[in-house]
T-cell receptor, first 116, second 117 residues
């Protein structure tokens, strides 16, 4: 089974609107961390936001927030007030607590296009 | 924040030659580094895990003799693409976790775009 599933290959959003990028995960480890990364066309991977499995509140970082629904095993990224510079690939990733090899599991990504 | 430097950012080489890509952690020690390959608009494909002072762990289907990985110090890992062929053309990106803590994100280099002619 896929550890991380991103079902939206491509998304469009109007500038200044909010957009939700979906991510579901699969793990039996009670301790895990969830990450979102942004990859612009230039290629660098930019860390956006983190959510821990034991965190009681949804993570927020500026215009980014994470809609964490533990029972559904989903960790959707919400970008508010979209800007043209938000156009990029977005990857959801997970790290398991028992994984001593430090491995991160990545989803297939969502390509977001912000329309002016 | 933690920085990972990757060089070169772009390289064009002729078929049959070898190319070395360097990945350095600039302000932290990285006992583990990950090497990924990425095709356009696709996800990161883990090639191997580089471990300081020991042999790299390769993912299934990745040729060890073709993609040589050396992690000589706590701040440097190198990937050498040997006898490169056009099908090796791709975007290669390295990363390292700053700590083994769950909330420690992976820090990525800026990637290397390899073109084999």
């Amino acid at each position: 089974a896929q550890k991380i599933t991103q079902t939206q290959p491509g998304m469009f959003v109007q500038e200044k609107e909010a957009v939700t990028l979906d991510c579901t995960y699969d793990t039996s480890d009670p301790s895990y961390g969830l990450f979102w990364y942004k990859q612009p066309s230039s290629g660098e991977m930019i860390f956006l936001i983190y959510q821990g499995s034991y965190d009681q509140q949804n993570a927020t970082e500026g215009r980014y927030s994470l809609n964490f629904q533990k029972a559904r095993k989903s960790a959707n990224l919400v970008i508010s007030a979209s800007q043209l510079g938000d156009s990029a690939m977005y990857f959801c990733a997970m790290r398991e607590g028992r994984n001593t090899g430090n491995q991160f599991y990545f989803g297939t990504g969502t390509s977001l296009t912000v329309i002016p | 924040g933690a920085v990972v430097s990757q060089h070169p950012s772009r390289v064009i080489c002729k078929s049959g030659t070898s190319v070395k890509i360097e990945c350095r952690s600039l302000d932290f020690q990285a006992t583990t580094m990950f090497w990924y390959r990425q095709f356009p608009k696709k996800s990161l494909m883990l090639m191997a895990t580089s471990n300081e002072g020991s042999k790299a762990t390769y993912e299934q289907g990745v040729e060890k003799d073709k993609f040589l990985i050396n992690h000589a110090s706590l701040t440097l890992s190198t990937l050498t693409v040997t006898s490169a062929h056009p099908e090796d053309s791709s975007f290669y990106i390295c990363s390292a976790p700053e700590e083994r803590l769950l909330n420690s994100p992976l820090h990525f280099g800026n990637g290397t775009r390899l073109t084999v002619t």
